[in-house]
């Protein structure tokens, strides 16, 4: 199974600072990776996906790079509606999918 | 746009056993493979199950393989999650989602508003 870790696991950031994600596979999946967006007590929403195409309507501030094993995950200028957890995902190699233990961004 | 809206969960005790359903619209449901992934109150995300398009090839976590069942209806547009021998473990919120392509991917690229599963005696 591949196993997808995730940092930080929170951070706290001010409004218009630059956040930044990694995630790193157990083994080699191509670009085969997904970021995600959770707001609280909602479904996760597809922000990128192929590690670095922007999911349709979604900001551009967003941003995704990286292949093989280590993989990076960008907010450009950080907003008050960018509060969230935010999920890497794998789906080179299932089952199973797997996904990242999470990173909880609040505003500092 | 595209509409998943689960049902189906409730409360329940350990060893018994809950159907939830996830009602599709505006796409053609048969065309597309199926997920379903949960979350545990205050946890991440974990992948339960999958199904392909036509029903023929299905996968599961080892969570909960042997004990939950995914099919789909593709005449009513609808896909299903038969759970059995329910744990406290499987105490979460069970989302469906749809593949972002009409293949197989591992890709979720829609997803339900989610459905509420307690095991607790």
């Keep these: 199974d591949i196993q997808m870790t995730q940092s930080p696991s929170a951070l706290s950031a001010s409004v218009g600072d630059r956040v930044t994600i990694t995630c790193q596979a157990s083994r080699g999946i191509s670009n085969y990776l997904n970021w995600y967006q959770q707001k609280a007590g909602k479904a996760p929403k597809l922000l990128i996906y192929d590690a670095s195409n922007l999911e349709t309507g979604v900001p551009l501030r967003f941003s995704g790079s990286g292949s093989g094993t280590n993989f990076t995950f960008i907010i450009s200028s950080l907003q008050p509606e960018d509060i969230a957890t935010y999920y890497c995902q794998q789906y080179d190699d299932f089952p199973p999918l797997s996904f990242g233990g999470g990173t909880k961004v609040e505003i500092k | ?121």
């Design chain 2, 1 to 121: 746009q595209v509409q998943l809206v689960e049902s189906g969960g409730g409360v329940v005790q350990p060893g018994r056993s809950l159907r939830l359903s996830c009602a599709t619209s505006a796409f053609t449901f048969s065309n597309y493979a199926m997920h379903w992934v949960r979350q545990a109150p205050g946890k991440g995300l974990e992948w339960v199950a999958v199904i392909s398009y036509d029903g023929s090839n299905k996968y599961y976590a080892d969570s909960v393989k042997g004990r939950f069942t995914i099919s789909r209806d593709n005449s009513k547009n609808t896909l299903f999650l038969q759970m059995s021998s329910l744990r406290t473990a499987d105490t979460a919120v069970y989302y469906c989602a749809r593949d972002k392509y009409d293949v197989l991917t591992g890709s979720m690229g829609y997803w339900g508003q989610g459905t509420l599963v307690t095991v607790s005696s």
